[in-house]
C-alpha cells in the first residue's frame, strides 16, 4: 500500500517497513535569476509490488523528484533536504559510489525516449548485457544469454539474432521494449517509468503498458510511474498521487482519485482529457492559466490563481494559507469534504459523461 502521509510542514516519521520512503523532500536549484524550489515538501511510502502513479504537467516536480531518488540531479547547482529511504539506506547523503552500486541493480529508470539511454554504437544485446555483467558479476556468454532471455521476454521476435542488432534497426515500440529488457536484466526492486509510452502510438503504447504488468507480476518490483496522463495510468497504478508546482495535491487509491477526485486540479486534469463519447472535433477543455514560476511561487494555494472555485472558500484562505495534504485519502484544497463531494457528482461529473 502506497501511504502519503503529509506535505509541506514538519517531517513526519518514516513508515513501518515501506520500501521506499521519501520524507520532506525538498529539491532547489540555484539559476541564473534565484532559487527554482522545483520539490518542495514531498512525503511518500511505496511498498514492493506496488505501482505508484505520479501525474502531473510539466514543471509540477514528478520528474525531478524520481532523478532524485536516482542521484542523477547535478550536486553542483542543486540542493535536497529531507529523506529517501529505500530498504532503510539514506539516499540523499549516499556517496557517489554507492548510488552507482544500486543504479541499473536495484533501482533502474524507463526513459520517455530510448535513444537517450541507448548508445548507437553499440548492439542493443551487449548494452543489455553491460549492466548484468557489472552488478551480477556475471560472464560475458552468460551475460549475453541473459540479453536473450529478456529481448524474449519483452516479446522481440527472433531475440537470438535482434540481439545483434544496432538500436537503429529497432522500431521505435522495440527500441522501448529493448530499454524496458535493459531496465529489468537485473532484476530490480524499484523500477522507476518516466513518460514511458508518450512517444508512442496508441497501440504500442498499450502493449508496452500490459508488458509492464506482466513483468511486474514476474519479477515482483515496485514501479513509480510518471505521467502527465491520468488515462494512461488508469490501468495501471494501484496509488496515484497527483503533484502541482512541487507539492504533492492529492493522493489516495487509483480507483478513489479517478471516480471520486477531491482536488480542482485533479478535474481540470480529468476534464481535459480526450474522452471516447465526446463528439468528433469537439474542442478540449484545458485547465486555464499556466502552471506558476517556481522562482516565484503564488502564496496561499499554489493553484489558486488557476482555480475556478477559490469563491467557494470563505474570507482570503486561498490567497493566504498554503493548504496541506491530510493523511491516508487526502486532497491539499481548503474546500470541505462535503463541497468537494458535492462540487464533483453534481458540477464536474456531468461534464466528464
Ligand atoms: Fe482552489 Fe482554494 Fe482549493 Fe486551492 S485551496 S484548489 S484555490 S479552492
Same mark, same amino acid.
Given at each position: 500500500?502506497?501511504?502519503?502521509?503529509?506535505?509541506?510542514?514538519?517531517?513526519?516519521?518514516?513508515?513501518?517497513?515501506?520500501?521506499?520512503?521519501?520524507?520532506?523532500?525538498?529539491?532547489?536549484?540555484?539559476?541564473?535569476?534565484?532559487?527554482?524550489?522545483?520539490?518542495?515538501?514531498?512525503?511518500?511510502?511505496?511498498?514492493?509490488?506496488?505501482?505508484?502513479?505520479?501525474?502531473?504537467?510539466?514543471?509540477?516536480?514528478?520528474?525531478?523528484?524520481?532523478?532524485?531518488?536516482?542521484?542523477?540531479?547535478?550536486?553542483?547547482?542543486?540542493?535536497?533536504?529531507?529523506?529517501?529511504?529505500?530498504?532503510?539506506?539514506?539516499?540523499?547523503?549516499?556517496?557517489?559510489?554507492?548510488?552507482?552500486?544500486?543504479? $541499473?541493480?536495484?533501482?533502474?529508470?524507463?526513459?520517455?525516449?530510448? +535513444?537517450? @539511454?541507448?548508445?548507437?554504437? !553499440? =548492439?542493443? /544485446?551487449?548494452?543489455?548485457?553491460?549492466?548484468?555483467?557489472?552488478?551480477?558479476?556475471?560472464?560475458?556468454?552468460?551475460?549475453?544469454?541473459?540479453?536473450?532471455?529478456?529481448?524474449?521476454?519483452?516479446?522481440?521476435?527472433?531475440?537470438?539474432?535482434?540481439?545483434?542488432?544496432?538500436?537503429?534497426?529497432?522500431?521505435?515500440?522495440?527500441?522501448?521494449?529493448?530499454?524496458?529488457?535493459?531496465?529489468?536484466?537485473?532484476?530490480?526492486?524499484?523500477?522507476?517509468?518516466?513518460?514511458?509510452?508518450?512517444?508512442?502510438?496508441?497501440?504500442?503504447?498499450?502493449?508496452?503498458?500490459?508488458?509492464?504488468?506482466?513483468?511486474?507480476?514476474?519479477?515482483?518490483?515496485?514501479?513509480?510511474?510518471?505521467?502527465?496522463?491520468?488515462?494512461?495510468?488508469?490501468?495501471?497504478?494501484?496509488?496515484?498521487?497527483?503533484?502541482?508546482?512541487? $507539492?504533492?495535491?492529492?493522493?489516495?487509491?487509483?480507483?478513489?482519485? +479517478?471516480? @471520486?477526485?477531491?482536488?480542482? !486540479? =485533479?478535474? /481540470?486534469?480529468?476534464?481535459?482529457?480526450?474522452?471516447?463519447?465526446?463528439?468528433?472535433?469537439?474542442?478540449?477543455?484545458?485547465?486555464?492559466?499556466?502552471?506558476?514560476?517556481?522562482?516565484?511561487?503564488?502564496?496561499?494555494?499554489?493553484?489558486?490563481?488557476?482555480?475556478?472555485?477559490?469563491?467557494?472558500?470563505?474570507?482570503?484562505?486561498?490567497?493566504?494559507?498554503?493548504?496541506?495534504?491530510?493523511?491516508?485519502?487526502?486532497?491539499?484544497?481548503?474546500?470541505?469534504?462535503?463541497?468537494?463531494?458535492?462540487?464533483?457528482?453534481?458540477?464536474?461529473?456531468?461534464?466528464?459523461?
Amino acid at each position: 500500500m502506497t501511504t502519503l502521509t503529509k506535505e509541506a510542514g514538519a517531517p513526519v516519521p518514516a513508515g513501518a517497513g515501506a520500501f521506499l520512503s521519501v520524507r520532506d523532500l525538498h529539491v532547489s536549484f540555484r539559476t541564473e535569476d534565484g532559487i527554482v524550489r522545483a520539490v518542495d515538501g514531498l512525503s511518500f511510502d511505496l511498498e514492493r509490488g506496488r505501482t505508484l502513479g505520479i501525474v502531473g504537467e510539466s514543471g509540477s516536480g514528478k520528474s525531478v523528484t524520481n532523478l532524485t531518488i536516482l542521484g542523477l540531479h547535478n550536486p553542483m547547482f542543486t540542493t535536497v533536504e529531507g529523506e529517501i529511504l529505500l530498504e532503510g539506506q539514506e539516499l540523499t547523503t549516499a556517496r557517489e559510489s554507492e548510488l552507482e552500486k544500486l543504479r $541499473g541493480n536495484k533501482v533502474a529508470m524507463i526513459f520517455q525516449d530510448p +535513444l537517450t @539511454a541507448l548508445s548507437p554504437y !553499440y =548492439t542493443v /544485446g551487449r548494452q543489455i548485457a553491460e549492466p548484468y555483467m557489472k552488478h551480477r558479476g556475471a560472464s560475458k556468454k552468460e551475460a549475453w544469454a541473459r540479453a536473450v532471455e529478456m529481448l524474449g521476454k519483452v516479446g522481440i521476435p527472433n531475440p537470438k539474432e535482434r540481439a545483434k542488432d544496432y538500436p537503429h534497426q529497432f522500431s521505435g515500440g522495440m527500441r522501448q521494449r529493448a530499454m524496458i529488457a535493459m531496465a529489468l536484466v537485473c532484476d530490480p526492486d524499484l523500477l522507476i517509468a518516466d513518460e514511458p509510452t508518450t512517444a508512442l502510438d496508441v497501440t504500442v503504447q498499450a502493449q508496452i503498458l500490459d508488458l509492464l504488468k506482466d513483468l511486474q507480476q514476474e519479477f515482483g518490483s515496485a514501479i513509480i510511474f510518471i505521467t502527465h496522463d491520468l488515462g494512461v495510468i488508469a490501468d495501471m497504478a494501484d496509488e496515484i498521487m497527483v503533484m502541482y508546482a512541487g $507539492g504533492a495535491i492529492e493522493r489516495g487509491s487509483a480507483g478513489e482519485v +479517478l471516480r @471520486a477526485p477531491q482536488h480542482p !486540479y =485533479t478535474w /481540470g486534469l480529468l476534464n481535459s482529457m480526450p474522452r471516447i463519447n465526446s463528439d468528433v472535433g469537439a474542442p478540449l477543455a484545458p485547465i486555464p492559466g499556466s502552471p506558476p514560476s517556481l522562482l516565484n511561487p503564488p502564496p496561499g494555494c499554489r493553484f489558486h490563481p488557476r482555480c475556478t472555485f477559490q469563491g467557494r472558500v470563505g474570507g482570503n484562505r486561498c490567497v493566504t494559507e498554503r493548504p496541506l495534504l491530510g493523511t491516508d485519502r487526502a486532497s491539499a484544497c481548503h474546500l470541505t469534504a462535503e463541497q468537494k463531494r458535492t462540487i464533483f457528482i453534481e458540477e464536474i461529473k456531468p461534464r466528464l459523461g
